[in-house]
């Protein structure tokens, strides 16, 4: 999988050349159909569910040969019963990580269209496939955007490069940031929403989240192994759990596994 990159420090290019993507809350997920069959797969590789799908290749009724098969990058959220798709490696045995981020997008958007019944579940499709949205990063369309309302409970945002490749591992090129952190990061003013609405933990989580930047860049510049793997930064600067919740408010666990 594409792992992203705390966002902190802002391109300059950003409201040109990227799109952001709002997630679900939700566990990261590679999903393969092929041969008849659905497998979900956990960012490390463990098969954690096999189950049939409309998919093109995701059950026996069709699954047309060894050349019908979809590799998709997901979010599932159990709540919803349902994979969001963030982005597309393979469809119908056409494998697109070589095109840039606008094409996957548009060419993904365009095939869910095409398969019937894929966002609805029945005994062949036992759980949801929807496609997530993406938008223009201007002050403008980001203010828009964090002042809808969403069909799920809101994770963060996913800010990809417009001409990145889909590469595995940990990129700048895919940023992430909690949404109350668009205004004090991107410096936007921001309407009062639910979604924007400053946590407890915010000013605690942010400073976090910019030393551990500064000591990356610095163990870059000594040529440290961990500055070349930025996924550390979300393993352990995730957002706190509720303090009513089992981990308690100083919990580390992050709710989208990015």
């Known amino acids: 999988l594409m792992l992203s990159e705390w966002l902190v420090d802002v391109p300059l290019d950003l409201e040109q050349e990227w799109v952001v993507v709002v997630c679900p809350v939700g566990k990261r997920a590679l999903v393969v159909a092929s041969r008849g069959t659905t497998a979900a797969y956990t960012k490390s590789g463990f098969c954690v569910n096999r189950f049939p799908s409309l998919l ?8 047309a040969g060894e050349k019908v098969y979809c590799i998709l990058d997901c979010i599932y959220s159990e709540a919803k019963q349902t994979y969001y798709i963030l982005d597309v490696m393979c469809w119908r045995g056409h494998p697109v990580y070589d095109c840039q981020t606008d094409f996957r997008f548009f060419w993904l958007s365009s095939k869910i ?28 369309s980001l203010c828009e955007v964090l002042a809808m309302d969403f069909p799920f409970e809101v994770d963060g945002l996913l800010f990809y490069h417009k001409q990145t490749h889909y590469t595995p591992g940990s990129t ?12 004090p990061i991107l410096g ?8 924007t609405a400053t946590p407890d933990y915010a000013g605690r989580q942010l400073q976090q989240i910019i ?3 500064k000591s990356k860049k610095l163990a870059g510049e000594k040529g440290h192994p961990a500055a070349r793997n ?14 009513n919740s089992p981990e308690g408010q100083d919990g580390a666990g992050s709710q989208m596994e990015s």
Request: charged share 20%; glycine share 10%; proline share 12%.
């Open 172 to 183: 700048p090129l895919v940023g992430w940031l909690r949404p109350y952190m668009v205004s």
């Open 113 to 140: 269209q095409e398969e019937e019944g894929l966002g609805e579940k029945s005994r062949i499709n036992p759980f949801k496939f929807v496609g997530l949205q993406n938008f223009p990063c201007s002050s403008d």
């Open 188 to 195: 936007l003013a921001v309407p009062a929403t639910p979604l």
């Open 56 to 63: 093109p290749g995701g059950n026996r009724h069709n699954s």
């Open 211 to 213: 030393e551990s930047k």
């Open 230 to 243: 930025g996924h550390y930064e979300l393993e352990h600067l995730s957002t706190p759990q509720p303090a």
